[in-house]
């Protein structure tokens, strides 16, 4: 039976049954065992099953991924929490220099069954190097998955899947959304990990998001109806792999297409869209592929934050310039 749950409880709830099928299943990070985490997503896992399998970290990122990849080698699938978005970047060599690469350079013969968590983006109002959206970094590496969900059910099941995953998986967990509630059915049968889904259907203009972005380009689908805009709004679900058929499909209909995401604009996944879009939906498209996106700027002080993430305002204003052409 499904269960109304906070995206945050999904995650615990996945992390859960994984630990319990699995015994080669850890999980690691700075205060993911007594603390439960800072945003208590792992609340409890500790308790139930053991400082040998729910380990508590030294603060020390680079240390944390560098022995997760030892962990792999030797069998095991460790789950790391990177406490923070701007504190993974101490790890990032360790990531993107032998995590991504060691599946390739062993010619196929070593797995890298590693996920690493990361509550990204901005919105809760923290300080400085703790909102950032780096997501586009990573998906610019060869060799790693990158996945964000936008509600409790794809959370839960896209856990599941990423454990699982022989691959590296880098795990996007949008903090500003820990805390909305949303259908859960552990008995479900998931789609595919890196599919992407329509969350709203319309003929007039595609948005397409991903993670936090979701929810604002439903509300902003809700808005748009009231003045007779019939939106369609697209989940990617994954960053890397990109789901470009669900895309295409979707642009072949409604013919315009506005991708939002908080990172910023510049170099961010929105430029990739964009650019294959336009390669594979030249002769659809009426109008140019827009994006809505953060500024080309570090993040600023929390009493800032409104004035750089994409709001409403932002979208709507960027579908009227779309629906203009």
């Known amino acids: 039976m499904a269960e109304k749950m906070a995206l945050a409880k999904a995650i615990n709830e996945s992390l859960r049954k994984a630990l319990e099928s699995d015994p080669k299943?850890?999980?690691?990070?700075?205060?993911?065992?007594?603390l439960g985490g800072v945003f208590r997503v792992t609340d409890g896992l500790q308790k139930d099953f053991g400082e040998s399998r729910v380990i508590d970290t030294p603060l020390a990122e680079s240390g944390i991924v560098g022995t997760a990849i030892g962990l792999a080698l030797r069998g095991y699938r460790p789950v790391v929490e990177i406490q923070f978005d701007g504190f993974v970047f101490p790890a990032y060599d360790q990531i993107v220099t032998q995590l991504a690469k060691m599946h390739a350079r062993a010619l196929g013969k070593i797995k890298m069954p590693v996920v690493i968590r990361i509550?990204?983006?901005g919105g809760i109002g923290a300080v400085e190097h703790h909102s950032e959206s780096p997501e586009s970094l990573f998906a610019h590496v060869a060799g790693l998955k990158?996945?964000?969900?936008?509600?409790?059910?794809?959370?839960?099941?896209?856990?599941q899947q990423a454990i699982q995953s022989d691959d590296p998986v880098i795990f996007f967990e949008p903090k500003r959304r820990y805390w909305d509630k949303g259908e859960v059915d552990p008995e479900a049968i998931p789609g595919p990990l890196h599919k992407a889904r329509v969350v709203r259907e319309g003929t007039d203009l595609t948005l397409v998001a991903y993670g936090p972005m979701v929810k604002l380009c439903q509300?902003?689908?809700?808005?748009?109806?009231?003045?007779g805009k019939n939106l369609e709004v697209l989940d990617l679900r994954s960053v890397s792999p990109l789901d470009f058929d669900s895309i295409q499909a979707s642009v072949e209909k409604t013919r315009r297409l506005v991708v939002v995401h908080e990172a910023p604009v510049f170099f961010g996944s929105g430029a990739e869209i964009a650019a294959r879009i336009t390669e594979r939906c030249f002769y659809h498209l009426e109008a140019p592929v827009l994006r809505v996106g953060g500024y080309h700027a570090p993040y600023?002080?929390?009493?800032?934050?409104?004035?750089?993430l994409p709001g409403?305002?932002?979208?709507l204003d960027t579908v009227d310039r779309a629906l203009a052409y």
Request: proline share 8%; aromatic share 8%.
């Open 25 to 34: 299943v850890l999980v690691m990070g700075e205060d993911v065992g007594k």
């Open 119 to 121: 509550p990204y983006g």
């Open 146 to 159: 990158v996945v964000s969900p936008s509600n409790a059910g794809d959370a839960y099941w896209m856990m």
């Open 219 to 227: 509300e902003a689908a809700a808005a748009a109806a009231e003045e």
């Open 300 to 308: 600023p002080p929390a009493r800032l934050e409104d004035e750089y």
């Open 312 to 315: 409403l305002d932002r979208v």
